[in-house]
């Protein structure tokens, strides 16, 4: 093979687990295919920038794709609003060119550091989804090349069966080449945002469910520590993109400026267990109280809004070399309560601490393996610690399985096998379109092999 290739160690942001697999750049398409007909490797993953959180684009033993050279913008129909590009391109990029122009990502998670094929992949979410859906509600059509060197142009009416299990179906289809976006117009580049304090997670969820469909974006950070009668409570944090009309006259005269600040850097790794239960208990109770009861139209930039720890470069490097996992289940609306306190209660009691702590409401299912589904999401960041930590996650997924819930793919780094099928229940159908267009296995991860979603190489 003529593609120079490097072995290297690689984690992605959570930096656990570690892998050591062989990595190639490609420039052309031609690469690509090139890399398809040598049957020396037994396995190949697509990966962007590294910005999914456990093991989705990691391949021991096998070649990692880094797309990072296919980042180009090929069209755009200023009309209807659809970007054509190539899927290594980041989202920041996207916003640089075109929040100026009046356009804005019509689905973007918590940080722009992602690429297209990325977000189409793991069929990302963002603060939205309660109204707007997933990522893949607003991909007009992507070309994907599959293991037998075809590309494919796949749509939600030309080989839609391929569509929904690619989006969500985590690079295993085949290797996205180009997407087409459908953007959001804005009037400005700020966001109004009301926030709420709530003394508990029946509060909580009581305005959630009345109030979030009043608002574009709605997110809640959760106190995870907090117990008794405090349990859940949270700050809600809900908005929209600010009209011109109500935007403050001291940015009325450029109010599609993009934010301007200083880039920081966590320089290097902090010691393991700098984030505990004592420093996230005194976080979150300053956190809590900074925050009125309630405060309505506050003015703040996109970036603010959306990637608050994009301001903070290598973020990941707080919680040691040893990394952290992110937990995210869904819980569905029948059962959410029940096991949102199960869930709570099982963390405080076990002192396990998350900083970050998200609740969002979800609305329908999109792709085949696409995560969302009516109900409520929590995200938790945990250090990685001791055999005591994983034994806790093992309990949390049994609670998520009872409830009918399921584990994000896109971020999890250590679930068993044994759930899978029933978190996902339209796993046969999507195995069957797998088996369809890589018969052979050429696509394959680690986190393939360690859920089944794949047999083992």
């Not at 959570?14 to 037994?42: M, S, W, Y």
């Not at 749509?155 to 985590?170: C, H, I, N, P, V």
């Amino acid at each position: 093979m003529s593609l120079a290739q490097r072995t290297v160690r690689l984690t992605s942001w959570g930096r656990f687990p570690v892998a050591t697999a062989k990595v190639v750049r490609p420039a052309r398409q031609g690469n690509l295919v090139e890399l398809l007909g040598d049957d020396t490797h037994p396995s190949l993953i697509g990966r962007g920038y590294g910005r999914s959180y456990g093991d989705a684009a990691l391949n021991t033993s096998g070649v990692v794709v880094e797309q990072v050279h296919f980042d180009r913008m090929l069209a755009f129909d200023e009309t209807a609003g659809v970007l054509v590009a190539e899927a290594g391109l980041r989202l920041k990029d996207i916003l640089e060119v075109f929040v100026p122009r009046g356009w804005f990502l019509p689905v973007t998670p918590g940080t722009k550091y992602v690429s297209l094929g990325g977000a189409l992949a793991c069929d990302i979410h963002g603060k939205n989804h309660h109204g707007d859906g997933s990522f893949s509600s607003h991909v007009e059509w992507f070309d994907l090349l599959t293991a037998d060197g075809q590309v494919r142009r796949c749509s939600k009416t030309e080989q839609s069966d391929l569509f929904w299990a690619t989006a969500g179906g985590m690079g295993l289809t085949g290797i996205i080449l180009t997407v087409a976006l459908k953007l959001r117009r804005i009037e400005t580049a700020y966001v109004s945002v009301d926030y709420r304090r709530t003394r508990d997670l029946d509060e909580t969820l009581e305005r959630c469910e009345a109030e979030d469909h009043h608002y574009r974006y709605a997110v809640c950070w959760i106190d995870c520590l907090a117990r008794g009668k405090h349990l859940g409570r949270s700050v809600l944090m809900r908005g929209d993109h600010l009209p011109l009309a109500d935007l403050p006259a001291r940015y009325r005269t450029q109010p599609l400026r993009l934010p301007r600040k200083p880039e920081v850097t966590v320089p290097f790794s902090f010691p393991n267990g700098v984030i505990n239960a004592w420093t996230v208990r005194a976080f979150n109770t300053v956190f809590y109280h900074k925050h009125p009861k309630a405060t309505s139209g506050v003015v703040v930039d996109f970036d603010s809004y959306f990637y608050p720890l994009d301001a903070v470069l290598e973020w990941n490097r707080v919680y040691g070399r040893r990394g952290f996992i992110q937990y995210q289940p869904v819980i569905p609306l029948e059962t959410s309560r029940a096991t949102l306190v199960g869930l709570l209660e099982e963390l405080s009691r076990a002192g396990i601490a998350s900083f970050l702590a998200v609740l969002k409401r979800f609305g329908p299912q999109e792709g085949l393996l696409s995560f969302p589904m009516p109900g409520y999401t929590l995200a938790l960041d945990i250090p990685v610690s001791g055999d005591a930590m994983f034994a806790l996650l093992d309990r949390l997924d049994e609670l998520v399985v009872q409830s009918g819930g399921r584990i994000y793919l896109g971020k999890d780094a250590r679930l068993k096998p044994q759930h899978l099928e029933a978190m996902y229940p339209q796993l046969p159908t999507w195995r069957r379109i797998k088996q369809t267009v890589d018969p052979e296995g050429r696509f394959s991860s680690d986190l393939a092999r360690r859920v089944g979603l794949v047999p083992p190489d």
